[in-house]
């Protein structure tokens, strides 16, 4: 089934942002001939610059809250009648508010710390290109607690960026996992590390020196 040019889904009216308040919407685009859809929340869409919340593809919605919910394949009229709404938390969990009052939460990158264990690297400053916008990763920190990285797109006026958010960990985690070692090593990533492009879809390429490039597409 082509889900690509359906209006109303079974997200429509059900997300909200957890950063700001706004609800999130549906947004079609194309990059390199192949179209993606995503969910973002309304102030990235009608500003493009006011909210850095994290974006999710509607594939992941859809495999996310089967997973949520138990299903072995994501079916919308199931997920209609037992989902109230969905708020994207700011760290990118979602938490799943269902219609007999009880609430799931479905955490964003298993691979995520917990909230106390924060990162802050300086290598990746430069390095991470966004595929959608061409702008560079720049560095949030957040409150003590969280540090991301988003596409300074985002705050550009005349740009509309809507690609995903990382957390310093995540990218320390991914980059040593593409460069086989077990655990993050600055120097390494220095000298292995010529750029990473971010896709829309979450996907992360790492372009090393010499010319090899490695595709991590994201859980
Ligand atoms: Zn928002
Ligand atoms: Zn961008």
Not at 6 to 21: A, D, H, L, Q
Not at 200 to 212: H, I, K, Q, T, V
Request: charged content about 30%.
């Amino acid at each position: 089934m082509d889900t690509l040019f359906r209006r109303v889904t079974p997200f429509t009216g059900k997300m909200k942002c957890g950063v700001c308040g706004q609800p999130f919407t549906r947004k079609k685009g194309t990059i390199r001939g192949k179209t993606y859809v995503h969910w973002i929340c309304r102030s990235q869409k009608e500003t493009g610059m006011s909210c850095t919340s994290v974006n999710f593809s509607e594939e992941e919605l859809e495999r996310i809250s089967a997973r949520t919910l138990g299903m072995d394949e994501f079916d919308g009229a199931v997920f209609e009648k037992a989902v109230r709404g969905i708020t994207v938390m700011e760290n990118g969990d979602l938490e799943f508010h269902l219609t007999g009052g009880e609430t799931k939460v479905w955490k964003n990158l298993h691979l995520d710390p917990p909230r106390h264990i924060a990162t802050v690297t300086d290598c990746f400053q430069g390095k991470i290109r966004c595929a959608a916008c061409g702008n560079t990763y720049h560095r949030v920190n957040g409150a003590g607690k969280w540090v991301y990285w988003y596409c300074i797109g985002k705050k550009r006026k005349n740009v509309e960026c809507h690609n995903p958010n990382y957390t310093d960990y995540k990218l320390r985690q991914v980059s040593a996992h593409m460069m086989g070692l077990e655990e993050f090593d600055e120097a390494e990533f220095e000298k292995q590390i010529e750029e990473i492009t971010a896709f829309p879809d979450g996907s992360l390429e790492f372009n090393f020196y010499g010319g090899r490039k490695e595709r991590w597409q994201r859980a």
